[in-house]
Structures are given as structure tokens and as C-alpha cells.
């Protein structure tokens, strides 16, 4: 069972609304959360990390939150343009006694329409 | 280049073949990882290199996959006898060191198609 769960799986808005991203985990001992912008046919680029004691991030249009008292977080999407048409990605670091490991989200699609 | 590079783009071989996957890290970047992407899935972990100590090959889905960094620089990924679940978008992604809270880089991919 995947450790990061993110929901929706898919989503379509209109150009200008907000939006929401949630994305779930069981990941512990936790180290740090990113999200990551996959454009279609690109590589993943880094949005945002945060650890245990960061409780909201943002990078221009985009706001992160984390709750690590119940494993969630957000990110929000603020007047969206065309241009943020793309999948999200969470990824939560596991840090154990070996060194830490990356746990991936499958993402959420979202799909920006004119 | 400015950024993780990988090639070929795409790759498109025959079952059974082996292929090779090639990814250069941004320079300076000490760690190195190899993920798979399959449709509708998430990144898959495959191997990590960190420096000169021994690679994390964990992830590898089998004996058929393998990787080596040579020069602490540029990576290889083999994969032989390739099947048809091979079939994937590989990624390669770059770090400064190979600390939790580094970001890592990714290259565009190289889309394997096994027919």
C-alpha cells in the first residue's frame, strides 16, 4: 500500500479559480514534504519542501500547508492560468537508521481550461 | 548544460534487446538517482548514487536492470533482455549532496517503448 495518497486523482477548473491538491501519508518517521509541477513530457521541477516544523510555504501562485499532527497537506492553486495545466506530485521523506528514502504520490492531473 | 540531461528522448526497441539509458547530472551535483515512470503510476525509486560509496540499488526491479556512474558524473542505465513491462518514461534526477533536504533536479525522461 502506497504511503502517500493523493486525491483527486484528476481534476478540471476553469482558468482564474483556486483550487486544492491534497495529499495524504503514513510516511514516519517523516523528514521533509515536497510538491513537484510534472508538465506533460517533463521532468518533475520542485515546488515546495517543508519539514516538521514549517507549516505553510508558497512559491508565487502556489501555497503549500502541512499538518504533521494529522499527516496532511495541501497545496493551493491561487487564480489559476493555462500554464499550470500539469500533474502534482507529494513526495514525503522517510528518514530511517539506513538513510532516508523518497515516498512518491501518484499525482493529480489537473487540467486548466480557457 | 544548465540541467539534468537525459538520452535518448525516446527509445523504442524490440523484446528481448537490451537498452541503454544515459543521464547527465548538473555538474557538481554528488548524488544521482534513477526512477521509472509508468503510465498512471508513480515515480518508482530504482538506484541512487551518492559520491564514491556503494550505490543503493534497492529499487531495482530485477536482475535485468543495472546502473553505474562512471567518474562520479555521467550514469548508464542498462536494462537487458527488456519485456514489454519494461515500457516506461526513465527519470533521472540530480542533487547537490545526497541529504534529505536537497532538491533534486530532474532530467525531461527518456520514454522506453518495448514492443
Known amino acids: 500500500k502506497n504511503q502517500v495518497e493523493q486525491s483527486p486523482q484528476s481534476l478540471i477548473i476553469l482558468e482564474g479559480k483556486n483550487c486544492t491538491l491534497q495529499?495524504?501519508?503514513?510516511?514516519?518517521?517523516?523528514?521533509?514534504l515536497r510538491w513537484y509541477k510534472q508538465d506533460t513530457g517533463r521532468g518533475p521541477v520542485s515546488l515546495t519542501i517543508?519539514?516538521?516544523?514549517?507549516n505553510t510555504k508558497s512559491n508565487g501562485r502556489y501555497t503549500a500547508t502541512l499538518d504533521a499532527d494529522t499527516k496532511q497537506s495541501s497545496l493551493h492553486i491561487t487564480a489559476s492560468q493555462l500554464s499550470d495545466s500539469a500533474s502534482y506530485i507529494c513526495?514525503?521523506?522517510?528518514?530511517?537508521?539506513?538513510?532516508?528514502?523518497?515516498?512518491f504520490g501518484k499525482g493529480t492531473s489537473l487540467l486548466v481550461t480557457p | 548544460g544548465a540541467g539534468v540531461s537525459q538520452s535518448p528522448s525516446n527509445k523504442v526497441t524490440e523484446k528481448g534487446k537490451d537498452v541503454e539509458l544515459r543521464c547527465d547530472p548538473i555538474s557538481g551535483h554528488t548524488a544521482l538517482y534513477w526512477y521509472r515512470q509508468s503510465l498512471g503510476q508513480g515515480l518508482e525509486f530504482l538506484i541512487y548514487f551518492q559520491g564514491n560509496s556503494a550505490p543503493d540499488k534497492s529499487g531495482l526491479p530485477s536482475d535485468r536492470f543495472s546502473a553505474e556512474r562512471t567518474g562520479g558524473s555521467v550514469s548508464t542505465l542498462t536494462i537487458q533482455r527488456t519485456q514489454q513491462e519494461d515500457s516506461a518514461v526513465y527519470l533521472c534526477?540530480?542533487?547537490?549532496?545526497?541529504?534529505?533536504?536537497?532538491?533534486?533536479?530532474f532530467g525531461a525522461g527518456t520514454r522506453l517503448s518495448v514492443l
Open positions: 495529499c495524504n501519508y503514513t510516511v514516519s518517521p517523516f523528514s521533509n
Open positions: 517543508m519539514t516538521f516544523s514549517e
Open positions: 513526495v514525503v521523506t522517510y528518514l530511517g537508521v539506513s538513510g532516508y528514502a523518497l515516498n
Open positions: 534526477a540530480s542533487s547537490f549532496t545526497g541529504t534529505a533536504k536537497n532538491i533534486q533536479y
